[in-house]
């Protein structure tokens, strides 16, 4: 070998060796580009397209496919490089019957002249692709998809390359399972949201069959349970192929005896346990996930392949069950929220009520500490609802009550389970006032004390009307001096009392001397002012402990208690009088009202009436004497006394001479001042004293029984005019006529006789007339009283309660006794225009409207008392302002006037 | 229709002051020259020295509503002469022939550029009305800075598919690498590409070639981010680049890195054999950042090449465009201005060797910033490289 034959030897070994080394760097340079391609942390789509990207590159090939095997759908295309965009191939197009023949061969199949293989799909023949070369790719435990590289030009696919892309495609195949896997991973982390987010049991099995079908790649899923006697049903299904959802019950069998298998999660089941219900056979395969709460298999979730061969994995199982086990924590969780929730509807129904009550409601916990209050209780107190909770309930209390009376209140409710009481309360502002409460101790279903409930109401008005009743008891509304009643108790008290002290007791009896031409001249309004006036000064005079009363009208009597001697009384009774010299401001204008004063000494024995009687008698003879003037009884003024018998006689002989009159006052409906009715009142015609009031002669004639037969003739009298109106003047039938009994005419045997005989021979219907008692009736002989009202409830006639207020007042009467009408007393429409006036009146109003007894204010003088009134929603009234009592014949033309208007309605 | 079964094309060029003086000689020329033939199809290359729409609307004022196609350059080479870059204007306007034109553009292209790849060639291909002829190649003119030109290749393949060939090139701005447009009708896009999609009765063939020799051993890519290459070989990319360019690292001294590293390229080693060229436009800490992508697991080896290596192939890009066209009327060259730099005084020949190889046919090209030159698989973007269509 010549040295240049040498020399090119070399240099072909040489070129060789490069080529070889090139080569071996290109092989090498593949399978690193893929490596890299294969670790990127991308989508499973994005990372089958670079692959296929890669492989094209790489293998110079002009097209690269990827076909993904699917349980549903059997191969997909997923990358097509190198097939026009613009045509629309179908999976067979694409891939012939070659990928299906290399998945099943799993090995690799190379074609030649592939443009013309009629077992390559139209795509690749259209293409012209000269040399095809498909590769299976293969999971763990079955087939993954498969690959085809094609090349257009004459370059066949080497042996050595496809070892290599062998190689590739098991990398391929563990890349795409480790990615489908992290995906499944993904979609089951999803699917858990997506069911833990239905907090309805049946919404959840919806969702939870729906997701299991995806999830695992199946063609139907169901949650399937099996009851007590071995019959399976399907509870919830979702499939993703068309037909009817399986329904109706069929003997479990080994879906039953897999359920029982302790410790499965899940297991795979030749045929479909549900498909024989539509007579199908069941063919496919079932995956069975056992779903157990609280330790107990409840049912199955069930997913069912149908239309593939393609078994479910381990990891598919495993999936499965895990999605099984987030199913069952959400079932737990929805049932678990069922219950709450309906709990919760039950609790918002009571809070709603709580809220929605006037009642004022806290709760507390045990230790006291605010877990609820309704906004009754916030606004009582001051409070915004959301600040006081967690709050102690101490808030609401001063010390001194939470430590005095709240201390036995608590006690008593932990002792017995409740506790009512009237508690004081302190508001935000420090205010406090009076509450009636109830405490009941909260439990749970086991009876464990879990907090406290409190409810209560303010009773401060309650009271406060309670104690102005109580006080109008005892005191002229007018003046708030002490009135009749109480007056006599305390001259009762005061002569009990000297016995103990040896001092004695004087009564001053005094009027105004003037006060008739003051009422006539400047109205009553100033007349009330003067009256208030004088009580104001004799407060002032008079001790401490002395007693000033106002009996009625110009009327006021002063007890003075301790007196040495009738000096002392006297000494009094000047000061009083020169106090009263001074003008008054009566409604703007000044007057002058001196003052008689008839002075009468008690001692030990005597009689509180009849000293009274006595300073009256003096009383009358100061007037007598020149008015102005104080006078002291003695035994000479008893004469004075005496004229009050001539009265008594002439009284009794009043009936038989026909000196007694009926005068009619108007009683009108107040909301639209239609005349309802009249109340009838008593009037004589003295033939030497004129027309005498009835406050003139009825103490007497009560006095001295003649009230009886005076009460009779009223009654009779009254009737026969009312039924002479209703026969003669066509008026309404609801006219009715009221008429005043005394408590004795209540109290007689066969009164209710009498007015059933009054009606008869009217004659008048019985609900045309009202007869009106007192309270005193009532008082005075409750059972009776009662008996005699419901005999005369059950007549027909209506029963109204006079001057209301005035007496004792006591509301439970209203309650217990059969009566229609309240009428308030004048005293309090006088206070109308006063708050404290007003809020008597309307806290009666709405009382009586509450026990569904009408109302009739009384002595109604001004327009600006009927407006209040009408506001406070009254139903009836009557005073001058709206018609003063008239005499029979008075009233026909006023009542046929009305009649021909349309009627009294 | 008529099929002619020769196209015929004629070329301007102007290098005038004045964009619109300059376009209307360049397209008067170039019109005149088809003989009172009605243009099919116009194609302008210019300056980035002119107020482009000057220079357009000058075309489009001489050329007619006639689709209209271009993109700003490094310099051109028309029939033969190198219109250096700086000034100049060049067009071509071509009759059908036996060709069907249908253009279209994708404007304000964002980060994926595989899907305006994607739009850009449906669209193209929706331009062209009528049945269509049994070959199709596209024409690719982008516009875009720091793009991976190589994402909008896999769009276009995404629809074209295997058997449709991909040529062009990337806009330049006469080295300034400042902006960079592509023209569409009336239209100048910045940050756009547009394409034209032919379709003729024969397959189209596209020639690319680059005349690099290896310089070093191979390397392998073990650390890559699309463009900016990391690690080679287990080692700081940098370092390693440094070592491979052995006697050049002197010049390092006294030149810029880009003007260096411009004769000193990546070569992308591909299955074939052949390689695919990379150039290093910058460096970024350890990290070299080049004009493509290179993906990891690569093989690379450090390339050079004289004025001469890389002009030997021209004759030879343009026989083999111009192989078994009969009465072919053009043929479009894409050159890259890395090419340009290292031709040194002889800079025009590239221009005179691709006409002396051409002969009669009218030759068109442009230096650019990339050339498109897809033939097989997906790989269609290629730097410092030369390649050619001939219709």
């Not at chain 1, 107990?296 to 381990?314: D, I, K, N, Y």
């Not at chain 1, 217990?816 to 309090?828: G, L, Q, R």
């Not at chain 2, 340009?340 to 590239?350: I, K, L, M, R, Y």
Request: aromatic fraction near 6%; proline fraction near 4%.
């Amino acid at each position: 070998m010549t040295p240049e034959e040498r020399i090119a030897q070399l240099e072909r070994e040489r070129d060789e060796a490069i080529r070889s080394s090139q080569e071996a760097l290109r092989a090498s340079t593949r399978l690193s580009r893929l490596l890299t391609v294969l670790q990127e942390p991308v989508h499973v789509e994005v990372l089958l397209d670079r692959v296929m990207a890669t492989l094209s590159e790489l293998f110079l090939a002009d097209v690269a496919v990827f076909l993904l095997s699917t349980a549903r759908h059997g191969l997909e295309a997923k990358v097509l490089i190198g097939l026009p965009g613009a045509a629309t191939y179908s999976p067979t197009d694409v891939a012939g019957s070659l990928a299906g023949e290399t998945l099943e061969r799993g090995t690799p199949i190379v074609v030649r002249e592939a443009d013309r293989d009629p077992r390559c799909g139209r795509a690749i023949r259209e293409l012209g692709v000269e040399h095809l070369a498909w590769l299976p790719v293969h999971g763990e435990e079955t087939a993954l998809g498969v690959i085809a590289l094609g090349r257009c030009d004459s370059a066949p696919f080497k042996a050595s390359e496809l070892d290599i892309l062998v190689t590739m495609c098991r990398w391929i195949g563990a890349a795409l399972e480790r990615r489908q896997h992290s995906l499944a991973l993904e979609r089951l982390a999803g699917a858990g949201h997506e069911v833990a987010a239905q907090l309805d049991h049946a919404s959840l099995l919806a969702e939870a069959v729906r997701l299991a079908a995806t999830l695992l790649d199946a063609d139907s899923a169901a949650v399937v349970t099996v009851d007590g006697d071995g019959m399976a049903a399907v509870e919830a299904y979702d499939s993703l192929v068309p037909g009817p959802a399986p329904a109706g019950a069929w003997p479990a069998g080994i879906l039953g005896e897999v359920l029982g298998t302790p410790g499965l999660r899940a297991h795979v089941l030749g045929g479909i346990p549900w498909q024989h219900l539509g007579g199908g056979g069941g063919s496919g395969t079932t995956l069975v996930m056992p779903l157990s709460q609280g330790g107990e298999t409840v049912g199955a979730l069930c997913a069912a392949r149908t239309s593939t061969l393609l078994p479910f994995t381990s990891e598919t199982m495993r999936i499965g069950a895990l999605f099984a086990a987030q199913m069952a924590v959400s079932l737990s969780n929805a049932d678990l929220y069922g219950r709450l929730r309906a709990e919760a509807d039950q609790l918002r129904f009571l809070s709603r009520i709580a809220e929605q009550v006037g009642e004022s409601v806290v709760v507390t916990d045990p230790q006291g500490m605010v877990t609820f209050v309704n906004p009754a209780h916030a606004r009582l107190h001051g409070y915004d609802a959301d600040d006081l909770l967690g709050s102690s309930l101490s808030i609401f209390h001063t010390e001194e009550q939470w430590h005095g009376e709240l201390t036995p209140f608590r006690e008593a409710m932990l002792r017995t389970g409740t506790s009512t009481g009237e508690i004081g309360h302190m508001r935000r502002d420090g205010s406090v006032f009076q509450a009636e409460m109830t405490g009941t101790v909260l439990t749970d279903e086991t009876e464990t004390p879990i907090g406290h409930v409190y409810s209560l109401h303010d009773v401060t008005e309650r009271n406060q009307l309670a104690a102005q009743l109580a006080h109008q008891a005892f005191h002229d509304p007018l003046t708030g001096l002490v009135n009749r009643a109480l007056l006599s108790q305390r001259l009762e008290h005061a002569l009990d009392s000297i016995g103990r002290t040896g001092l004695r007791v004087a009564v001053l009896f005094l009027d105004l001397d003037r006060f008739k031409t003051v009422n006539d001249s400047l109205g009553h309004g100033a007349g009330d002012d003067l009256l208030r006036e004088v009580a104001g000064r004799l407060r002032q005079v008079v001790r401490p402990g002395d007693t000033v009363a106002r009996l009625g009208g110009d009327e006021f009597v002063v007890l003075l208690e301790d007196m040495d001697s009738t000096d002392d009384a006297q000494r009094a009774a000047q000061r009083i009088a020169a106090v009263l010299r001074s003008p008054f401001q009566a409604a703007g204008s000044e007057v002058f009202a001196t003052a008689s004063i008839g002075v009468a000494m008690g001692d030990r024995g005597s009689e509180a009436d009849e000293l009274l009687s006595r300073a009256d008698a003096a009383l009358y003879a100061a007037k007598r004497g020149g008015r102005n003037r104080i006078e002291v009884f003695d035994d000479s003024l008893e004469p004075c006394r005496r004229s009050d018998i001539a009265l008594e006689v002439d009284l009794r002989h009043a009936i038989a001479r026909q000196q007694l009159r009926v005068h009619y006052q108007p009683i009108v409906e107040i909301r639209d001042g239609r005349l309802r009715g009249f109340e009838a009142l008593i009037r004589w015609q003295h033939p030497a004293h004129g027309l005498l009031m009835p406050a003139q002669f009825l103490p007497l004639a009560e006095e001295t029984g003649l009230m009886l037969s005076i009460g009779d003739w009223i009654l009779t009298e009254a009737c026969r005019v009312a039924a002479r109106w209703q026969r003669d003047l066509v008026v309404d039938a609801s006219c009715f006529v009221s008429v005043n009994l005394s408590v004795k005419q209540l109290h007689r045997a066969g009164f209710v006789d009498t007015v059933r005989t009054a009606l008869t021979q009217a004659p008048l219907r019985p609900d045309q007339l009202m007869l009106e008692i007192t309270e005193d009736a009532i008082l005075e002989s409750r059972e009776a009283t009662l008996r005699v009202l419901g005999e005369l409830r059950r007549l027909g006639v209506r029963i109204a309660i006079d001057d209301f207020g005035a007496g004792y007042s006591n509301l439970t009467y209203l309650t217990s006794f059969p009566i229609d009408v309240m009428k308030i007393d004048k005293a309090f429409v006088d206070l109308l225009e006063r708050s404290d006036g007003h809020a008597v009146v309307a806290a009666l109003v709405t009382l009586g409207h509450t026990l569904q007894v009408e109302v009739v204010a009384e002595g109604i003088e001004r327009p600006e008392q009927l407006e209040l009134l009408r506001q406070l929603g009254c139903d009836f009234g009557q005073g001058f302002l709206l018609g003063r009592g008239v005499s029979e014949d008075a009233v026909t033309p006023l009542l046929a006037a009305v009649a021909l208007a349309g009627g009294v309605r | 229709m008529t099929v002619q079964t020769c196209l015929r094309a004629a070329v301007g060029t102007s290098q005038a002051d004045d964009g619109t003086q300059a376009g209307r000689a360049a397209a008067t020329a170039a019109v005149e020259g088809l003989h009172g033939e009605r243009p099919a199809l116009v194609i302008v290359y210019a300056s980035v020295c002119y107020e482009l729409s000057t220079v357009l609307g000058a075309v489009r004022d001489v050329a007619g509503e006639v689709p209209t196609v271009g993109e700003t350059t490094c310099g051109q080479m028309v029939d033969g002469s190198f219109v250096p870059p700086g000034r100049g204007v060049a067009v071509l306007a071509t009759t059908a022939g036996p060709y069907r034109f249908g253009t279209a553009a994708v404007s304000t292209i964002g980060a994926d550029l595989d899907a305006a790849g994607v739009e850009l060639a449906q669209a193209a291909q929706r331009s062209l009305d009528g049945p269509h002829l049994p070959h199709a190649a596209i024409l690719l003119l982008t516009a875009t800075f720091g793009c991976d030109h190589q994402e909008m290749v896999r769009g276009l393949h995404r629809v074209t598919g295997a058997c449709v060939p991909i040529v062009g090139g990337a806009a330049g701005d006469d080295l300034r690498f400042r902006e960079v447009s592509v023209f569409h009708g009336d239209e100048v896009i910045s940050n756009g590409a547009v394409a034209v999609w032919i379709e003729g009765e024969r397959p189209f063939r596209v020639v690319t070639r680059h005349g690099w020799r290896p310089t070093g051993r191979p390397l392998i890519v073990t650390g890559s981010q699309g463009a900016r290459i990391t690690e080679i070989g287990g080692r700081p990319a940098m370092a390693v680049y440094l070592e491979q360019l052995g006697a050049d690292v002197e010049r390092l001294e006294s030149e810029p890195f880009f003007t260096v590293s411009m004769s000193r390229p990546f070569g992308l080693l591909q299955p074939d054999g052949s390689t695919v060229i990379r150039v290093i436009g910058e460096l970024d800490g350890d990290s070299l950042v080049t004009t493509g992508p290179v993906p990891e697991g690569s093989a690379v080896q450090v390339m050079g090449g004289s004025a001469d290596d890389l002009l030997a192939v021209v004759p030879d890009l343009a026989r083999a465009a111009l192989e078994g066209i009969e009465s072919a009327g053009a043929l479009l060259v894409f050159s890259c201005g890395v090419r340009q730099t290292n031709f040194g005084p002889q800079v025009a020949s590239e221009a005179r060797l691709v006409q002396d190889a051409a002969g009669d046919v009218v030759t068109f090209g442009c230096y650019t910033y990339g050339e498109f030159a897809r033939t097989r698989g997906v790989l269609g973007f290629h730097t410092a490289s030369v390649t050619a269509l001939a219709l």
